[in-house]
């Protein structure tokens, strides 16, 4: 059955590593999680087609939300991006935390467009990869 976009969240850690506390990044708007595979070809002389093995696997996560100075979750995301540091990340889904992961604030932008909303623009790449809860 289809989903509600609205139904699934990036948390971010408000706590510490040993204690992490997840909370949802507030006023958002949209949220992409994005993974791939890079290809190895492997084809060779011997036949047309093309032949590819699986190689290096990576995650990457996009937030769009409105900008709120005061929210925890944001402050967090600014202060690893400032301060070069790694962040722990969660997906929710329908209030439930599915996913948990490392991430790179690779980029964080803050738009105050005149007679506009105040926005927030975030890219992380995940270091690693997601971890199911639970698992």
């Known amino acids: 059955m289809a989903m509600n976009g609205t139904d699934v969240l990036l948390l971010v850690n408000t706590g510490t590593a040993a204690v992490p506390v997840y909370e949802a990044v507030g006023s958002q708007r949209d949220v992409n999680f994005d993974e791939a595979t890079e290809e190895i070809d492997v084809s060779s002389k011997d036949s047309r087609a093309k032949r590819v093995l699986p190689g290096r696997y990576s995650a990457n996560l996009s937030l769009d939300a409105l900008y709120v100075p005061t929210d925890d979750a944001y402050l967090a995301l600014q202060s690893a991006m400032r301060d070069g540091d790694l962040i722990l990340v969660a997906r929710e889904e329908e209030e439930t935390t599915t996913e948990t992961a490392t991430a790179l604030i690779t980029?964080?932008?803050?738009?105050?467009?005149?007679?506009?909303?105040?926005?927030?623009?975030?890219?992380?790449?995940?270091?690693?990869?997601?971890t199911e809860v639970g698992s």
Do not use: N, Y
């Open 107 to 130: 980029s964080l932008s803050e738009s105050f467009p005149d007679q506009g909303e105040a926005t927030i623009s975030i890219s992380l790449t995940i270091d690693g990869e997601w």
